[in-house]
């Protein structure tokens, strides 16, 4: 039995310049006036945000991604033998070999594609070869062209692109920014040791990325 399998990692390789929320908002839900935890609780507003991110599959401040893929196209062949196996759906459905979906939406722009070849040279691919729909987050061939197949067998491809709601805290939607403050107020009073709240689950409900395909 074989199935099509092709590793995608994304990374954030520019961090945001500035975090949704602020220290003093955190302050104010929990009541604080000294100064003291100021940088404790900042780092925990950093982890709540990190956190939200994750689970939501979204980027909120604009910061900059490098997604590797091990190819474009689903051509890599893995052979299992016979039996029955409990995989993850990304690992035996790849998607449309003319369209990458991209992880960490919204997507703003794509900066950059690159290859490597066998030898592990780098080829930056033409953008005039490929178009960029930041509504649903992927990048699609135009017309006649098709994506290099001759590369090396890992982390053959390089997409850099920039994602985020905005610069500003006030571009990130509302119930995620009361979402991050919630779990940072709860990350600091139990000095850690808590569970994502529900309330956060629910606030963060419709903007949950539930297509995972991009991760076969």
């Known amino acids: 039995m074989q199935y099509k399998y092709n590793r995608k990692t994304p990374i954030v390789t520019v961090e945001p310049a500035s975090e949704p929320v602020t220290v003093a908002e955190i302050k104010d839900v929990l009541r604080v006036e000294g100064s003291d935890d100021d940088t404790y609780i900042g780092n925990l507003a950093k982890a709540a945000r990190e956190y939200v991110e994750n689970y939501l599959d979204r ?34 459905l790849n998607g449309d070999d003319r369209q990458i979906d991209l992880p960490k939406l919204p997507l703003q722009s794509v900066t950059s594609v690159s290859t490597f070849g066998t030898d592990n040279s780098e080829t930056t691919y033409s953008s005039s070869n490929y178009s960029v729909d930041t509504v649903s987050g992927r990048i699609y061939l135009n017309e006649g062209e098709t994506f290099p197949t001759d590369l090396r067998d890992a982390q053959g491809a390089k997409i850099v692109y920039v994602a985020g709601y905005g610069d500003n805290a006030t571009d990130v939607p509302e119930p995620i920014r009361q979402a991050i403050i919630i779990y940072t107020a709860k990350l600091y009073e139990t000095r850690g040791m808590c569970d994502f709240p529900c309330e956060c689950k629910a606030l963060l409900s419709t903007y949950k990325v539930l297509d995972d395909l991009w991760i076969g």
């Open 59 to 92: 980027a909120l401040i604009t910061q900059t991604i490098t997604f590797w893929l091990d190819r474009f196209n689903s051509d890599y062949v893995e052979t299992l033998d016979g039996g029955t196996y409990d995989l993850p759906r990304g690992y035996v």
